[in-house]
């Protein structure tokens, strides 16, 4: 730590809003901070994603019940979970560890690490919103996971997997589901409703929202491409290189989502980080949702937004360079209007914008969060996959604690970088 009156200097790469998030704890926390992102603020992932605080998804990604399954989705080119053939032979690795992250003990292990962060992640957004003035863009309204024709059997089966696992949640009957939500299909014959559970009606307003605050408190934002970190091993200052300039600081953060692998290897750190590609389809019509809906059978999600509906969803491996595949936007359309009939009635798929957006993931579903061991004035917070919303705010506050030397909340040994090692 600096013996000025201020801790130091710190930048943060990736303006996403696990980068700003964390940027806003840092700097209300005495440091001076600046944000490098290549883009500028919201770019990437947290720009386009359904929205969803999604604090009921306490199940890691690698399920063995989804085996048999795997291979015919893979090869699906609109299936929701889909590997692109030409980028097979480079996912095999990350998808080896993600078998083997199903075997029970990884699975349950993996599983109370996500209920740690999911715990708390919604009082933390709700005090971030409020500090930067934007407590709008946060509805508590609960969340639905609707079946369509699904036997009783296995939704009273889904229904008790999430009840056991802590996660709050009523098993709703059809009648139940139109009274809350009366613009669903008739064809919905049960839901689970989360109760605890929140959605943003614009996340990339958000990303806005957290950078005038930043801002305000007197950060920094630069956008330039971070090219080159040159660390030593010491607590010495670190030096950074971009396509425009260089620059020192003290303390580093990686945040930079999907694009974090090869920081994480100048750093000397291997990590099994891949995107699975997920799109969007924004509809300019507004439902008259109170809160997202996702479909058990159709395996995507409605959103409720201030500019529109956003239908999002969908697993793609095909990494970071491949362009947007309209047909996979697009196929979320003929989804959304089986379940709102009524608003997609004269609405074609024509009428809604395409958008695709990298998650960034680790085969055991967990984020990279905490301090490099190799370099003690290194930090990581990437990785957040299918749930970078909902832990952005927690893990601001997790790594703050961490930056500042002080006992995390929670134990962050699930998280650690060399966990892979
Ligand atoms: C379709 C879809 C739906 C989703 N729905 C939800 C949801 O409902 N709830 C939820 O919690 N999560 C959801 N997610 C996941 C969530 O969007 C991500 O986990 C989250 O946005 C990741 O945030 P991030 O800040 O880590 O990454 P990003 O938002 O991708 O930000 C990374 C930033 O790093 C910058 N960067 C990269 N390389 C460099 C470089 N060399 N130099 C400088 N800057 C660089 C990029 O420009 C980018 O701005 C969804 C994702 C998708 C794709």
């Given at each position: 730590m600096s013996t000025n009156t201020h801790p130091g200097t710190l930048t943060v790469v990736g303006a996403g809003i696990v980068g700003l998030a964390a940027a806003i704890e840092l700097q209300r926390a005495g440091f001076d901070v600046t944000i490098v992102d290549k883009e500028g603020v919201g770019a990437g992932a947290s720009k386009g994603n359904a929205g969803h605080f999604a604090t009921e998804q306490v199940f890691p990604l690698a399920d063995p019940a989804m085996l048999p399954k795997l291979p015919g989705m893979l090869m699906d080119p609109l299936g929701p979970f889909r590997i692109q053939p030409r980028y097979f032979f480079k996912a095999l690795p990350w998808f080896m560890r993600f078998l083997h992250n199903m075997l029970p003990s990884r699975r349950s292990h993996n599983s109370r690490a996500i209920k740690a962060l999911n715990q708390d992640s919604i009082a933390a957004m709700k005090s971030l919103a409020e500090f930067c003035n934007c407590k709008e863009l946060l509805t508590l309204n609960g969340s639905l996971l609707v079946f369509e024709g699904t036997p009783e059997p296995e939704v009273h089966k889904e229904y008790r997997a999430y009840a056991d696992a802590g996660v709050e949640v009523q098993l709703l009957s059809a009648d139940e589901v139109r009274a809350l939500e009366p613009s669903l299909s008739t064809n919905i014959t049960n839901a689970l409703y989360f109760t605890h559970v929140g959605h943003t009606e614009d996340p990339y307003r958000l990303c806005l929202a957290l950078e005038a605050k930043f801002k305000q408190l007197g950060g920094k934002v630069v956008t330039e491409e971070l090219v080159k970190i040159n660390s030593s091993n010491t607590d010495s200052n670190i030096r950074l290189e971009t396509n425009a300039s260089s620059y020192t600081t003290e303390r580093l953060i990686i945040a930079s989502g999907a694009w974090s692998k090869p920081f994480a290897k100048q750093l000397g750190y291997s990590v099994p980080l891949e995107t699975e590609r997920g799109y969007h389809l924004m509809m300019p019509q507004r439902s008259r949702l109170s809160r997202p809906v996702a479909s058990y059978n159709r395996k995507f999600i409605i959103t409720p937004m201030l500019e529109g509906t956003r239908l999002a969803g969908t697993v793609e491996f095909g990494g970071l360079k491949a362009p947007l595949v309209e047909a996979r936007a697009d196929c979320l359309f003929p989804h959304a209007k089986a379940l709102l009939p009524e608003l997609f009635?004269?609405?074609?798929?024509?009428?809604g914008e395409r958008w695709m957006g990298f998650r960034p993931s680790m085969p055991d579903s967990l984020p990279v969060l905490g301090r490099s061991q190799k370099q003690s004035n290194v930090f990581f917070s990437f990785?957040?996959?299918?749930?970078g919303l909902t832990w952005s705010a927690i893990t601001a506050k997790l790594l703050t604690q961490e930056v500042l030397g002080k006992q995390a909340d929670i134990d962050l040994s699930p998280y650690r970088i060399d966990r892979f090692s």
């Open positions: 009635a004269d609405a074609s798929v024509e009428d990785g957040h996959q299918h749930l």
